[in-house]
């Protein structure tokens, strides 16, 4: 249910963002998969002291982190910049 004082605008705004934090989880969870594939080749888990951590572990951190911002953005709106937040009149 829509709230009276959001225009659809900004619903829709909400929803692509939304949208965007699901593309962003999906893609964590396909970079983790990716690391957790290159730990068992290796035989080795990644970061442990001689070994550093491959690019897929920071990639499925980085894109967690985006995807849980995005999720905060499209649920709390208030977090967004104020040109982002103006509403019509």
């Known amino acids: 249910m829509r709230r009276p004082h959001m225009s659809i605008d900004a619903t829709l705004e909400r929803l692509g963002t939304g949208l965007l934090g699901l593309v962003l989880m999906a893609s964590a969870l396909l970079s983790a998969t990716l690391a957790r594939d290159d730990a068992a080749v290796r035989?080795?888990?990644?970061?442990?002291?001689?070994?550093?951590?491959?690019?897929?572990?920071?990639?499925?951190?980085?894109?967690?982190?985006?995807?849980?911002?995005?999720?905060?953005?499209?649920?709390?709106?208030?977090?967004?910049?104020?040109?982002?937040?103006?509403?019509?009149?």
Do not use: E, Q
């Open 43 to 89: 035989g080795v888990i990644c970061g442990i002291d001689p070994i550093p951590h491959c690019g897929w572990c920071y990639g499925a951190v980085g894109f967690a982190l985006a995807g849980l911002t995005a999720f905060g953005l499209a649920v709390w709106p208030a977090l967004a910049p104020a040109s982002a937040r103006r509403t019509r009149a």
